[in-house]
């Protein structure tokens, strides 16, 4: 089965620097990539997703890209601020629309001021 | 968009005791549910994927006997911990597939004491 990999673990950056969160994953067949954020004791939110047809999406400050041939994906998020504090999963999709998410194991992110 | 609605949010049981957890797709037909256990600080673990009308399908290593799924209308699927244990005690959520995609549940936080 899929296996997603997710480095770091934690990260801490100050505000206004840049974050990265890279993700790899091992199934070739995967074709949907999505990244959530997720606040304690609450449920993990969508904050941008990627398919395999596409290198690179943005949405203002955050951005994914998608390299399918080495298998791995990255999360870029600018200009951070407080608020970004939080735990953030990458998730890839086997092949079919409605197939599991396997979650890689999470990054907490941590926005000093 | 599309809402699921998770019950209890919260709940506290003693050990041997059976704990229903319920979730509705309030505006949308959840054809795929799959539901997921959460320990602190780790990742979304796939416990099952349930489509209506038919058996789950549990992941390796989950006891189908221990943790009973019914997906019987497009919008209705619960998960039943039989027998809980201390060691049951996790965050479960639940995630609709649908039009819009993945739509998760709040989560349910389950204490087995």
């Known amino acids: 089965g899929e296996n997603v990999e997710q480095h770091p673990s934690t990260l801490s950056v100050q505000e206004g620097d840049s974050a990265v969160i890279k993700c790899t994953y091992s199934d070739s067949a995967s074709n949907y990539f999505p990244w959530y954020k997720q606040e304690l004791g609450k449920r993990p939110q969508l904050i941008i997703d990627?398919?395999?047809?596409?290198g690179e999406k943005k949405d203002q400050r955050i951005a994914v890209t998608l390299n399918k041939t080495a298998k791995h994906f990255s999360l870029h998020i600018t200009e951070t601020q407080p608020e970004d504090s939080a735990v953030y999963f990458c998730?890839?999709?086997?092949?079919?629309?409605?197939?599991?998410?396997?979650f890689g194991t999470g990054t907490r992110l941590q926005v000093t001021l | 968009g599309a809402v699921v609605s998770q019950h209890p949010s919260w709940v506290i049981c003693k050990s041997g005791t059976s704990v229903k957890i319920e979730c509705r797709s309030l505006d949308f037909q959840a054809t795929t549910m799959f539901w997921y256990r959460q320990f602190p600080k780790q990742s979304l673990m796939l416990m099952a994927t349930s489509n209506e009308g038919s058996k789950a399908t549990y992941e390796q290593g989950v006891e189908k006997d221990k943790f009973l799924i019914n997906h019987a209308s497009l919008t209705l699927s619960t998960l039943t911990v039989t027998s809980a244990h201390p060691e049951d005690s996790s965050f479960y959520i639940c995630s609709a597939w649908g039009a819009d995609g993945y739509t998760f549940g709040s989560g349910t936080r389950l204490t087995v004491v």
């Open positions: 990627i398919r395999s047809n596409v």
């Open positions: 998730a890839a999709r086997t092949a079919g629309t409605a197939s599991k998410l396997t």
